[in-house]
């Protein structure tokens, strides 16, 4: 790509972080759902886009106004072989044109892997520096433009949500955190921008994304504190696709058998029935 290709993939991520921003169903860094139409929730992309591409064809967007998805983790992909380029940087601009194009159906929350990028806090992952990586394939994918773009990219991530709610009791966010915060972890964050402290290591912006080891008694604390019947993440690995945790489902989109799940926003439900709905990406034509 040249240039101007560059530019222009510049443009369109800051015209998505902008509309991110804007949002009217935004308030803080929450997004809040009614309880009309249908939502699909996603797990980790890390740059599988195959599985967006069918994840489109799903959702169906101009033909389905009632619909809206959720992404989130698009970024950090697994090369292969691992020594080749990420070029995760294709996936980000996709969904940021998905955006654009239907920016009252389309949304993002706030993920580990994004909220470290303009952070600069590296990753390691099978021996490979993620960030490094990332960088990398933007620069070789956009050459002489590739830091507008990678400036664009670190707008977007911070222009991201921290989380979302549903009307009926449903918690959406990239993970939950860690058993150590259950009583002591700061929900006022949802409720105004994080702040670059808020992001740093001991945050509650930093907690909200990097917690893993849920357990049932943990995520029922959780439900308490934040008036949840059911939590949906991603953030935790699944080799096949998902996993319940009491109230908690854990959802992957990275892989071969990667899931996404569709929420009828009109009903009271649960994670067991919520889990019975899940679908396999292998399963879109």
């Known amino acids: 790509m040249n240039a101007s290709d560059g530019v222009r993939a510049a443009e369109i991520i800051r015209e998505a972080a902008q509309l991110i921003r804007e949002d009217p ?7 809040s759902f009614g309880s009309a139409g249908q939502l699909v929730m996603t797990g980790d992309f890390h740059g599988n886009l195959r599985n967006f591409e069918k994840l489109q064809r799903y959702c169906a967007l101009k033909t389905s106004p009632a619909r809206s998805v959720i992404l989130h983790e698009l970024i950090h992909a697994e090369p292969d072989p691992p020594q080749a380029p990420d070029f995760s940087i294709d996936l980000l601009v996709r969904a940021a044109e998905w955006k654009c194009a239907f920016p009252d159906n389309v949304f993002f929350l706030q993920s580990n892997h994004e909220l470290s990028q303009p952070r600069g806090h590296e990753i390691t992952k099978a021996g490979r520096f993620v960030l490094a990586d990332f960088e990398r394939g933007v620069r070789e994918r956009y050459g002489d433009s590739a830091e507008q773009v990678l400036e664009a990219v670190n707008d977007y991530i911070r222009a991201l949500p921290l989380a979302a709610r549903t009307a009926n009791g449903i918690f959406l966010s990239h993970s939950l955190p860690d058993a150590l915060y259950a009583e002591t972890f700061d929900l006022s964050v949802l409720d105004r921008e994080p702040t670059p402290q808020d992001c740093l290591p001991g945050g509650p912006a930093y907690a909200l994304v990097w ?3 849920h357990t049932e008694s943990v995520v029922e604390v959780y439900a ?5 019947e059911v939590f949906i993440v991603g953030h935790t690995p699944q080799e096949f696709g998902h996993r319940r945790i009491g109230r908690l489902l854990i959802l992957a989109s990275d892989h071969n058998h990667g899931v996404f799940l569709p929420i009828d926003l009109s009903r009271r439900t649960s994670a067991e029935a919520l889990e019975e709905q899940i679908r396999k990406f292998v399963s879109v034509e």
């Open 25 to 31: 169903n935004r308030r803080g860094s929450l997004l």
């Open 224 to 228: 308490r504190r934040l008036g949840a």
């Open 211 to 213: 917690g893993r080891f």
